[in-house]
């Protein structure tokens, strides 16, 4: 039996392999992983611009509100520790035609500061194309602090005293429960945004799984090349032998990934080692460190491996026995949205798994199988659940890996050989209790 089911496995993972249809696959996510990771670069190859800071040219017809202008920057590039997302601004006595009419000012903008007997100053914005709203949203608070300063400073109010009003404020935070850090106030943008890009590959390789088991199992049927396998080896081995290819070649493809993420980082320390202005992966990953992420997901990551290991393990017995019942890929299209939609449901429940703290219902949502593997990990990280809930998942779904192969296999045994495509829910139940 042993023989038999390694050569089946071995016969299995190759006809997966060697495809131009996974050679063509793994190029384009080599391409769009290596290429993402260094959008930056590619952008600027393209005729973008990370690296230039925004260039402002100012005529300021009131022979005051410049230089404040330029402090109020100073101050915005200080609170929000950003020097390269800032503004650089150059004093014009140039009219905005004149400032356009060089080719090299085509991407600055140009600002009028005039008096204003209500309001102070008033001001005009004149650019060549649109703004975005991040850089709309930052020029209008520095204006708004000018604005400000120009007002305290023209109601003789003590220079000494207006320094420490347009001074930045530091908040000195405190939280009362000693369980929690004050970093770790980050770990609902983690859980929004990092988070879902971590599990999507999870998601995607789960349904990818699905759709493999099923549709080798339905090619086998439409060849009849069924009845020859099944005449040489038991229905337990050739089920075994689609399980453990399927899940070997979804671990070779992750291990692939990971490769072309690493060349990815590799060749973006190479060509673009310095911060990059507008895309800096550096200070997206900060918030991380500082959240205590990688600490807490360095003993997360074994249990999560487990039960991703055994999760694929049983979508892929769970496909199995559903794809033996049917006779072609549409058939298996119908069965396997059951699948599809508990994995949707646990995608998302993973995304929005902050939401629900302290509810017991997100932790009783958890221990589920086939959808604890995501979302277990995502309340582990919050610190919703423990380790002993975690491990309790992982009983919970290798009983059910336990339950679908003694039960399944009475299903499997019948389906396979089965060509009707009529009552497919009818016979399932009927081989179940035979």
């Known amino acids: 039996m042993t023989s038999k089911l390694k050569f089946l496995t071995k016969i299995s993972l190759k006809r997966k392999i060697n ?14 992983i290596i290429g993402l990771l260094n959008i930056d670069t590619v952008i600027n190859f393209f005729g973008g611009d990370f690296d230039e800071t925004q260039i402002i040219y100012v005529k300021d017809n009131t022979n005051k509100t410049f230089d404040i202008l330029n402090a109020q920057n100073d101050n915005y590039k200080n609170i929000t520790n950003d020097d390269e997302n800032a503004f650089k601004l150059e004093k014009t006595n140039q009219n905005y035609e004149e400032v356009f009419e060089n080719k090299k000012n085509k991407e600055a903008w140009y600002l009028i500061i005039n008096n204003d007997t209500n309001n102070y100053i008033n001001v005009k914005l004149i650019s060549e194309g649109y703004i975005s709203t991040t850089s709309y949203a930052g020029l209008s608070t520095i204006l708004n602090n000018t604005k400000t300063s120009i007002a305290m400073a023209e109601s003789n ?3 000494n005293e207006l320094a420490k009003i347009s ?3 530091k908040i000195d935070r405190q939280i009362l429960d000693e369980t929690k850090k004050t970093e770790d106030e980050n770990m609902q943008m983690i859980m929004s945004t990092v988070f879902p890009i971590l599990i999507l590959p999870f998601f995607a390789l789960t349904i990818f799984l699905v759709q493999m088991v099923g549709a080798e199992i339905n090619d086998e049927k439409t060849t009849r090349g069924m009845e020859i396998i099944i005449s040489n080896v038991s229905p337990q081995t050739h089920l075994f032998s689609k399980v453990i290819a399927s899940n070997l070649f979804v671990l070779f493809q992750v291990a692939l990934l990971v490769i072309y993420a690493i060349i990815g980082f590799v060749i973006r320390n190479l060509i673009s080692p310095a911060t990059t202005n507008g895309f800096d992966i550096n200070s997206f990953i900060k918030p991380l460190l500082e959240s205590d992420f990688v600490s807490k997901f360095a003993y997360i990551i074994p249990f999560a491996i487990i039960l991703m290991i055994l999760t694929f393990i049983a979508y892929a017995i769970l496909a199995g026995i559903l794809a033996s019942m049917t006779t072609n890929t549409e058939d298996f299209q119908q069965m396997q949205m059951p699948i599809v939609i508990i994995s949707l449901i646990g995608y998302y429940l993973a995304m929005m798994a902050g939401l629900f703290e302290g509810s017991i219902f997100i932790k009783i949502l958890s221990f589920i199988p086939f959808i604890s593997a995501i979302l277990a990990p995502s309340l582990l990280v919050l610190g919703q659940i423990g380790i002993i809930e975690v491990i309790i998942a992982i009983i919970l779904l290798i009983i059910t ?3 679908l192969l003694k039960y399944g296999m009475r299903i499997y045994k019948v389906g396979i050989l089965n060509y009707s495509s009529k009552s497919l829910w009818k016979k399932m139940f009927k081989a179940l209790k035979g």
């Open 401 to 403: 890996i336990w339950i």
């Open 157 to 159: 109010i003590d220079p």
């Open 19 to 32: 495809t131009k249809w996974f050679l063509i696959a793994n190029i384009i996510f080599a391409v769009l």
């Open 167 to 169: 001074s930045p404020l």
